[in-house]
Every structure is written in structure tokens, then in C-alpha cells.
């Protein structure tokens, strides 16, 4: 049988209708033969003709019932019996090594390609307000790069701008090759894609129709074949015949991904795709977007999770109308942050001063802040314990001999290690120290 349904049941009233051109000609068939018995009833005056013509629609309604549930059937059988091929019989289906496989060790990007997406000092205003100014950054081919930024701070209308929906003020940019022209407009929608925050599904459209759709729209050679790709690689091909509108907000991501994944871009932008999703679909989101990594494909994604950002991106903007900071999160810190090591032990030093100051390589030290910002290194925290960060430039040369001087003066060493600065620390330096973040 064919690969796709010859009838699927409708979706408002009753019975099947055609979805396949096999089904069509079933249907033309029957009509064809129902008209006939008709005219055939009429010129010889007997009731023989609605009979017949009762009997081809009857016959229309078993075949029309008996190839769908056969071939829904057959994919459902196709289905569970998929996974058997590469998992044992116990083992839950597994989906692609796109949703599954862990996240290896970043590559080194490839820098013989060129890049995907090149921002020179890009302006949006409406009116008098400004959208975002002076933006310049670089994304290297089949990098994931975060863009991050308060709200409003013009992350949503930068991704609009470089998706060719709006036109920028001034500056300008280069769009998976092509120059972010007026009449790029079309060449450069081929190569991207661009997934919001909300899906924008069909909701009383299965997923298979509205994949069906867009595909007609991207004008997509053997469409059926590219929506079961796509499907599987966001594990959602068990879920082919359901009601958009049926779906969890999880599913419906997930549907809206593979949309548009349909058209297999170059760059892809993704704007807050786990927002509202618990714990579980967000991580499974996650998966998916390693696995464009793997892929080689590029990946622009704005997010209000750092955690999110931390684990997935290769370089990180952050944004507040103007360009903040560009760079590898390690780097980032580099800048920001001094390197500094954080000792803890079972009772504060009784003159902390001297061990320190004992120490080549140690540049300053204090009580760390956590404990109380107005106590000084004499004042023991309520656990009796104390915490210091000394600062110093090269940790691993720092750290033997400040041990040793530790052990010297007596101190039960608890812990020991350089203080590591997370995305989420970088991001609030940048902003609080930014007017504009404060008195928009």
C-alpha cells in the first residue's frame, strides 16, 4: 500500500475522506458510478438506480474504512517494531542520536566555512524609540551562539530584523551568505528558519497536516519523505495523526521545531524555545538542539535561561539595546572577574594576615562576602567555620605553597579550590552596571 493513507477519518462530521491520489480515484470512481445508476433509474422510471446508487456509496464507506484502519495498522506496527532493530526488546523506543546521544566535547568550530551570520553596526528604531543600536557581531558556521538580554532589551526584534520580517535603519548584514537586502528577502528566507516563542501550529490540523501545509509553502520535493525525517529526528512520529490542539505545550515545541527544521536551513533561530516547558521537555529541547550542533547546523538562540545558555552555547552576546559583551563564556569571565581562590576552614585564622601575606602570587584577600559583608576576618560565621577568597593570577601555582602555609599556621583546611564565576554572574555585572537597564 501506499506509503501515505489512501483516506483519513475527518476531523468535523463523519466518515473518511481522501488523502492519497488512490483515494481520489476510489472516490471519482463511486461518484461517477453513483451518477450513473441515478441517470440509469430516472430514464427507465424505476427506483433500481437509488439503489444502486445507495449501494455505491455504501461500498465507497467499507472501502474508505477498511484501507485507513488497515494502513494506521500498518504504521503503527511499523512503529513499535522500529526500535527492535538497534535496542533490545525491554528497552523503551529510543529516538535518533539527534534527541538521545549526550553531548560530546565541543568541536573546534569549522572556520573553512564561511560565516553564517556577519552584523556590522545594525540599528533598529521605531519613531523615536530605539530597538537596538550599533549591533556588530560574527557567528562562525554551525555554532551555537546565545543571545541573551533583558526584556526589551531588543533580542525578539534583532532575530526579526536578520529573518528579513522587518527592515533595519541603518547598518548592515550578511544572512547565511547573502546581504541583508530588500531584494535578498526571498533567497535568504530558503536558507534560514525561524522558530517563536510560539509555535503558531494549526491547532484543528493534525501534525501531519500541518507539516503537509508548510511544506507546500517551502515547496518541498517528496514532502511526506521530509516530514517523517524530521519528525523522527524530534521523536514525534508516534504522534503524526494527533490534533495540534491535543498536544502538550512540550509536543507542540516539539511540532514547531520539526516545521522548522522542514526546509533544512543553514541558520536556524530558535526565540525562547523552552520558555514555560518543565524540566523534562526543556531538557529534551536541549537534546534536540545539540543534536543541530552535531549536524553542522547553525543555531541563533535567545534565551532567559542561563543554565540553558551555559550548557549549549559556544559564544554568548548579551544585549541591552547596545552590545555589551561578545565571547566564550570562559572568556567572559577572564574579563569581568578576578581569578581568585576560596579557602575554607573549621575555625577562622587567628591572624590570617600573616598567612597570606606569606604567599608569593597572592594579590589581596578577604572574608568572603557570603558569610556577612560587614565582618571582619575575626568575626566567625554562625557555623564557626570561616571562608576567604584570596585573590590571585595563577591559581595552580598559588595553590600548593597556600596550602602548605595553611598547615603551618594550624588551619583545619575544609575546602580549597578557585572560585568558578557562572554565566548567570556575568550577565547581572553586565546589566547592573548599565544605565539604561535601570532608567529605560
Given at each position: 500500500m501506499s506509503a501515505d493513507p489512501w483516506f483519513v477519518k475527518r476531523q468535523i462530521g463523519f466518515g473518511w475522506r481522501p488523502a492519497a491520489w488512490q483515494g481520489w480515484v476510489i472516490t471519482v470512481v463511486v461518484l461517477g458510478s453513483g451518477i450513473a445508476a441515478v441517470i440509469v433509474g430516472r430514464v427507465h422510471k424505476s427506483l433500481l438506480g437509488y439503489i444502486g446508487l445507495l449501494a455505491a456509496f455504501g461500498l465507497y464507506a467499507l472501502v474508505a474504512s477498511a484501507a485507513a484502519r488497515v494502513q494506521a495498522g500498518a504504521r503503527a506496527t511499523a512503529t513499535a517494531a522500529a526500535p527492535t532493530a538497534t535496542a533490545p526488546a525491554s528497552a523503551a523506543p529510543a529516538p535518533r542520536?539527534?534527541?538521545?546521544?549526550?553531548?560530546?566535547?565541543?568541536?573546534?568550530?569549522?572556520?573553512?566555512?564561511?560565516?553564517?551570520?556577519?552584523?556590522?553596526?545594525?540599528?533598529?528604531?521605531?519613531?523615536?524609540?530605539?530597538?537596538?543600536?550599533?549591533?556588530?557581531?560574527?557567528?562562525?558556521?554551525?555554532?551555537?551562539?546565545?543571545?541573551?538580554?533583558?526584556?526589551?532589551?531588543?533580542?525578539?526584534?534583532?532575530?526579526?530584523?536578520?529573518?528579513?520580517?522587518?527592515?533595519?535603519?541603518?547598518?548592515?548584514?550578511?544572512?547565511?551568505?547573502?546581504?541583508?537586502?530588500?531584494?535578498?528577502?526571498?533567497?535568504?528566507?530558503?536558507?534560514?528558519?525561524?522558530?517563536?516563542?510560539?509555535?503558531?501550529?494549526?491547532?484543528?490540523?493534525?501534525?501531519?497536516?500541518?507539516?503537509?501545509?508548510?511544506?507546500?509553502?517551502?515547496?518541498?520535493?517528496?514532502?511526506?519523505?521530509?516530514?517523517?525525517?524530521?519528525?523522527?529526528?524530534?521523536?514525534?512520529?508516534?504522534?503524526?495523526?494527533?490534533?495540534?490542539?491535543?498536544?502538550?505545550?512540550?509536543?507542540?515545541?516539539?511540532?514547531?521545531?520539526?516545521?522548522?527544521?522542514?526546509?533544512?536551513?543553514?541558520?536556524?533561530?530558535?526565540?525562547?524555545?523552552?520558555?514555560?516547558?518543565?524540566?523534562?521537555?526543556?531538557?529534551?529541547?536541549?537534546?534536540?538542539?545539540?543534536?543541530?550542533?552535531?549536524?553542522?547546523?547553525?543555531?541563533?538562540?535567545?534565551?532567559?535561561r542561563l543554565e540553558e545558555a551555559q550548557r549549549l552555547c559556544d559564544r554568548v552576546a548579551i544585549l541591552n539595546t547596545t552590545m555589551r559583551m561578545v565571547g566564550r563564556p570562559d572568556d567572559l569571565r577572564a574579563k569581568l572577574f578576578s581569578r581568585a581562590l576560596v579557602v575554607a576552614t573549621a575555625s577562622p585564622l587567628s591572624s590570617p594576615a600573616n598567612v597570606f601575606d606569606s604567599v608569593k602570587g597572592i594579590d589581596g584577600w578577604s572574608l568572603d562576602a557570603v558569610q556577612d559583608e560587614n565582618a571582619d576576618a575575626s568575626t566567625p560565621p554562625p557555623d564557626g567555620g570561616a571562608r576567604y577568597v584570596v585573590n590571585v593570577s595563577d591559581p595552580k601555582a598559588v595553590a600548593p605553597e597556600l596550602t602548605r602555609a595553611l598547615v603551618a599556621a594550624g588551619a583545619d583546611v575544609e575546602q580549597l579550590a578557585e572560585r568558578v564565576h557562572s554565566l548567570e554572574d556575568i550577565y547581572l555585572q553586565l546589566v547592573n552596571e548599565d544605565v539604561e537597564a535601570t532608567h529605560r
Open positions: 542520536a539527534i534527541a538521545t546521544a549526550p553531548a560530546p566535547v565541543r568541536p573546534a568550530l569549522d572556520t573553512s566555512r564561511p560565516p553564517a551570520l556577519v552584523v556590522d553596526h545594525l540599528t533598529k528604531r521605531f519613531g523615536d524609540r530605539v530597538a537596538f543600536q550599533d549591533v556588530s557581531f560574527t557567528v562562525g558556521a554551525g555554532e551555537v551562539f546565545g543571545f541573551l538580554g533583558p526584556n526589551g532589551a531588543g533580542k525578539t526584534t534583532t532575530v526579526r530584523t536578520l529573518g528579513t520580517l522587518i527592515a533595519p535603519t541603518s547598518g548592515s548584514a550578511i544572512v547565511a551568505g547573502m546581504p541583508l537586502l530588500p531584494e535578498n528577502g526571498q533567497a535568504i528566507r530558503q536558507r534560514i528558519a525561524i522558530m517563536p516563542e510560539a509555535p503558531g501550529l494549526y491547532l484543528r490540523l493534525s501534525v501531519r497536516e500541518n507539516l503537509q501545509y508548510f511544506a507546500g509553502l517551502f515547496s518541498i520535493a517528496n514532502p511526506n519523505e521530509r516530514i517523517g525525517e524530521v519528525l523522527e529526528a524530534v521523536n514525534m512520529l508516534p504522534r503524526i495523526d494527533d490534533l495540534c490542539g491535543s498536544l502538550s505545550k512540550g509536543l507542540k515545541q516539539r511540532a514547531g521545531l520539526a516545521r522548522a527544521l522542514l526546509s533544512n536551513p543553514e541558520v536556524l533561530f530558535l526565540d525562547e524555545p523552552t520558555s514555560g516547558l518543565d524540566p523534562v521537555a526543556t531538557r529534551d529541547v536541549n537534546d534536540l538542539i545539540e543534536g543541530l550542533r552535531r549536524r553542522g547546523v547553525t543555531v541563533f538562540l535567545t534565551t532567559h
